[in-house]
């Protein structure tokens, strides 16, 4: 099942197409969706862009994210912005009909966009899925376990993300993130309930070996 969103907003730019009654048939525009967070941990408040246009939101924050918001498809430039100067960018390209995730990570100073596409297929009856992102900096590869023992997604590195694996849903869940192979919980994040028919991302952040504000935290937000 695709996300709501982008299938509501082509639907309507179908409709608007047929309203105008050309003579000439013009199909509608390709659209994608694009979520967006910021995982640089020193980073500012930022405001995000795709070419000229501005994301509707003033500023996004360290651990902030922004839902899917439908984009024309094809190359865009993702960027971002302090008090109207861009600071950081990247050419993307955007697949008709396709879900991405823009991460702001590493330090502030050296800070880019990891783009990555999202699989988001309706999960089976009675089941929820996730999936793990590791945007901690300078981490070994990292594991997404329950705090049960249970490793749910094995060996991720720094940038890298998992496809999303079915969960039994309607149910409350703690999970914890660990260097790969050990049983050290590095992190252990707040019990949640996870909604059959939805999808997840745990995602890691903050700098490694950090032992303040910055150190190594993560993130749970529904895809859809």
């Not at 000439?24 to 694009?34: D, H, L, N």
């Not at 390209?93 to 999202?118: C, H, M, R």
């Not at 590791?134 to 060996?155: E, Q």
Request: hydrophobic content about 40%; aromatic content about 10%.
């Amino acid at each position: 099942m695709k996300h709501l969103k982008l299938l509501a907003a082509a639907g309507l730019v179908i409709l608007t197409a047929v309203s105008c009654k050309k003579t000439t048939y013009e199909p509608p525009p390709a659209i994608s969706a694009i979520s967006f967070y910021n995982a640089s941990p020193d980073a500012p408040a930022v405001s995000i862009y795709l070419n000229a246009n501005k994301i509707q939101y003033d500023s996004l924050s360290y651990k902030g994210g922004i839902e899917y918001v439908n984009a024309y498809s094809g190359n865009r430039e993702v960027s971002a912005y302090r008090n109207n100067e861009k600071k950081v960018y990247k050419n993307i390209t955007l697949d008709q009909g396709k879900f991405y995730s823009a991460f702001l990570t590493g330090n502030w100073s050296t800070a880019e966009f990891v783009l990555l596409e999202d699989s988001l297929i309706r999960p089976a009856a009675g089941k929820a899925n996730i999936r793990f992102v590791n945007m901690s900096i300078g981490s070994p590869t990292l594991d997404l376990a329950l705090n049960t023992g249970t490793t749910l997604v094995s060996g991720r590195a720094y940038k890298a993300n998992s496809a999303y694996t079915p969960i039994d849903g309607e149910k409350q869940y703690t999970f914890v993130i660990r260097e790969h192979g050990t049983t050290v919980n590095k992190v252990t994040l707040p019990s949640v309930n996870l909604l059959s028919g939805h999808s997840y991302t745990i995602w890691a952040r903050g700098i490694y070996a950090a032992t303040d504000a910055t150190a190594l935290g993560a993130e749970i937000v529904r895809n859809y």
